[in-house]
């Protein structure tokens, strides 16, 4: 499986832009690269998606990089609500050889604690 | 609302015995997953569901059991093979393919004494 490499921890001011950064060097062709955040004691929720582009929605924005070996979540304003756990992962693209399903699976690393200071 | 529903939140079992949480997703889903939380780790992987009845173990699949009798159901039995089993339980749900999000439900806290 491709694994991804995240700091542990990151912190930031409120108000100012935050850039998480992931490493996934084995990265293969057909995978994307999923981020998630995690509050306490909740399940995950999506936060974006890429495969190549950079991707940006309501929430962040992602940057990735041409090689593909690594991607950066970048909140452009961060707030306190952003203080979260957040798990990049890779999304892996095989298909079987007979039938029709293919393996999205999913896991998760450790993940980015980030606190959000006032 | 469409959504993924575990219940209960809360289950507290007595050591030696199996105990089944339940995960339902209405969103018409096609694969489903459990993890398995321990305090300040990351998600560790189960089993997973690519379709109905079929499922592949995950990561730390020794002492857990699943079934995926129908499409909306994916219920995991903690049996007493499992040494540790005290753990926040999470249930998602995707389309499956690589480009779509997966949605999370809220968890269950098991807790074994």
């Known amino acids: 499986d491709a694994k991804t490499t995240q700091p542990n921890s990151m912190e930031s001011n409120e108000e100012e832009p935050v850039h998480l950064p992931c490493n996934h060097s084995t990265i293969s062709g057909t995978d994307y690269i999923h981020w998630y955040r995690q509050l306490p004691s909740q399940g995950p929720e999506y936060v974006i998606h890429g495969l190549t582009s950079n991707v940006n929605n309501r929430m962040a924005s992602l940057a990735i990089a041409e090689d593909r070996k690594s991607s950066t979540l970048i909140l452009h304003r961060a707030t306190l609500r952003d203080a979260a756990v957040y798990y990049c992962i890779l999304r892996e693209g095989r298909t079987p050889n007979a039938g029709g399903t293919s393996y999205g699976k999913l896991t998760f690393g450790q993940g980015t604690i980030l606190t959000v200071h006032p | 609302d469409g959504g993924i529903t575990q219940s209960p939140k809360y289950l507290f079992r007595k050591e030696g015995q199996n105990v089944t949480l339940s995960c339902e997703q209405n969103?018409?889903?096609?694969?489903m997953y459990w993890y398995r939380q321990d305090p300040g780790q990351g998600l560790r992987l189960i089993y997973y569901s690519q379709i109905v009845n079929d499922f592949q173990k995950g990561d730390i699949a020794e002492g857990y059991s699943v079934s995926r009798e129908k499409k909306e159901s994916f219920p995991l039995t903690v049996t007493s093979a499992q040494k540790n089993p005290t753990a926040f339980y999470l249930c998602?749900?995707?389309?499956?393919?690589?480009?779509?999000?997966?949605?999370f439900g809220q968890g269950t806290r098991l807790t074994v004494v």
């Open positions: 998602a749900s995707s389309s499956g393919q690589t480009n779509t999000e997966a949605f």
């Open positions: 969103l018409n889903h096609d694969a």
